[in-house]
């Protein structure tokens, strides 16, 4: 799965990069999760590529309240068109999310889980192949939501867990974002784990384990598997319930 990653690109480059009609002010994030606010790139209806902030975690446009569905933050490559979830979202509403790596855990002898950053080896910025709907509500509020897509690790990070988020790399993107002319089928081939000697990746500390903690420090390579604190998973299953509700 894909379940934290960090954007520490400047603004500028973001746009230049993924070509946006538009710049969103930012500053560099080092532990993105779940239900948090989050860049995500699209052709909206002016046919204009545009950044837009969304809700991590996708929720349907029919769903009646947001509070009660569960979080949809991953969609798997391999079933998410056959799901009414993210069925009308693989046709028409598939996006981008721009980051410089990813984070993901990797189970030790002794059950410890390790957390590593993941980037591309040329350390080109990533783009995370994703889908958005828009959920209304009852008051005529309305949210924009996002998941990101996985797909089985490639050869590169296999050891450290069996799933990776799918990237967009180059031709990719364009044809990604255009659900006008181009059909899911067309597309579909881009959904791939990424070949041998494209990914690098390197254990960092344990801190990153709660979604509270933030800072450069966090992608910084440990020379072994570290213990600063504890496993802090309530802090962030705390910190995912509070993004909801501010957010719904």
Same mark, same amino acid.
């Given at each position: 799965?894909?379940?934290?990653?960090a954007?520490?690109?400047?603004?500028d480059?973001?746009?230049?990069?993924? +070509?946006?009609?538009?710049l969103i002010?930012s500053?560099? *994030?080092?532990?993105?999760?779940?239900?948090?606010?989050v860049?995500a790139?699209?052709?909206?209806?002016?046919?204009?590529?545009?950044?837009?902030?969304?809700?991590?975690?996708?929720?349907?446009g029919?769903v009646?309240?947001p /509070?009660e569905?569960?979080?949809?933050?991953?969609? /798997? +490559?391999?079933?998410?068109?056959?799901?009414?979830?993210?069925?009308?979202?693989?046709?028409?509403?598939?996006?981008?999310?721009? +980051?410089?790596?990813?984070?993901?855990?990797?189970?030790?002898?002794?059950?410890?889980k390790?957390?590593?950053?993941?980037?591309?080896?040329?350390?080109?910025?990533?783009?995370?192949?994703?889908?958005?709907?828009s959920?209304?509500?009852?008051?005529?509020?309305?949210?924009?939501?996002?998941?990101?897509?996985?797909?089985?690790?490639?050869?590169?990070?296999?050891?450290?867990?069996? /799933?990776?988020?799918?990237l967009? *790399?180059?031709?990719?993107?364009?044809?990604w974002?255009?659900?006008k002319?181009?059909?899911? +089928?067309?597309?579909?081939?881009?959904?791939?784990?990424q070949?041998?000697?494209?990914?690098?990746?390197?254990?960092?500390s344990? *801190?990153?384990?709660?979604?509270a903690?933030?800072?450069?420090?966090?992608?910084?390579?440990v020379?072994?598997?570290?213990?600063?604190g504890?496993?802090?998973?309530?802090?962030?299953?705390?910190?995912k319930?509070?993004?909801?509700?501010?957010?719904?």
């Amino acid at each position: 799965m894909c379940g934290r990653y960090a954007v520490t690109l400047p603004d500028d480059a973001m746009r230049q990069i993924f +070509a946006t009609d538009n710049l969103i002010q930012s500053v560099p *994030r080092y532990n993105i999760a779940p239900t948090q606010p989050v860049i995500a790139i699209w052709i909206d209806d002016a046919m204009r590529r545009t950044a837009k902030l969304a809700r991590w975690g996708l929720v349907p446009g029919w769903v009646k309240d947001p /509070r009660e569905f569960p979080l949809l933050v991953n969609a /798997r +490559a391999e079933t998410m068109a056959d799901k009414p979830a993210f069925r009308d979202s693989v046709k028409h509403k598939r996006c981008i999310l721009p +980051a410089s790596g990813y984070y993901e855990w990797q189970t030790l002898p002794g059950g410890k889980k390790q957390p590593h950053y993941i980037t591309l080896k040329d350390e080109e910025p990533l783009a995370l192949a994703g889908l958005y709907s828009s959920w209304m509500g009852p008051d005529g509020e309305e949210i924009d939501t996002v998941a990101t897509i996985t797909v089985p690790a490639g050869p590169d990070v296999a050891h450290i867990h069996d /799933r990776m988020p799918a990237l967009m *790399r180059g031709h990719q993107i364009d044809a990604w974002l255009d659900t006008k002319t181009m059909r899911f +089928a067309e597309v579909q081939p881009f959904v791939v784990p990424q070949p041998e000697g494209t990914m690098a990746s390197h254990p960092v500390s344990t *801190r990153v384990n709660s979604a509270a903690n933030e800072g450069p420090d966090l992608i910084v390579p440990v020379s072994e598997v570290l213990d600063d604190g504890p496993d802090d998973k309530s802090m962030a299953v705390k910190a995912k319930k509070s993004a909801q509700l501010d957010l719904f």
